[in-house]
């Protein structure tokens, strides 16, 4: 059974950082890419960026360029999202997700979802 489980969200100060983890489980880590998506409430989840299996081919949505960064240890199965700068318009539950072999900033591609955590970020 593949498990996603992502933690490190809470509440946070306007130009502070917080470092996201998801821990996968159940799945060969490292034969998957990883994308983080977020969801505003009201709004559509959307894609934050992803890395492929070795934590390359980085790619972000531009309204967090220069600010989040991801990166991964395949020998603890996880993936991280380290978000600086952080603004209120980043508040969202924050998703991880993983998908076979190469990424995608399509969240209908991922095949396996965590269930969240939400960050807040206050003004």
């Known amino acids: 059974q593949v498990q996603l489980v992502e933690s490190g969200g809470g509440l946070v100060q306007a130009g502070g950082s917080l470092r996201l983890s998801c821990a996968a489980s159940g799945l060969t880590f490292s034969n998957y890419a990883m994308g983080w998506f977020r969801q505003a409430p009201g709004k559509e989840r959307e894609f934050v960026g992803h890395?492929?299996?070795?934590?390359?081919?980085?790619y972000y949505v531009d309204s967090v360029k220069g600010r989040f960064t991801i990166s991964r240890d395949n020998a603890k199965s996880t993936v991280y999202l380290q978000m600086n700068s952080l603004k209120p318009e980043d508040t969202a539950v924050y998703y991880c997700?993983?998908?076979?072999?190469?990424?995608?900033?399509?969240?209908?591609?991922?095949?396996?979802w965590g269930q969240g955590t939400q960050v807040t970020v206050s003004s």
């Open positions: 997700a993983a998908r076979l072999f190469s990424p995608r900033i399509e969240a209908r591609e991922y095949n396996y």
């Open positions: 890395c492929n299996w070795s934590g390359g081919n980085l």
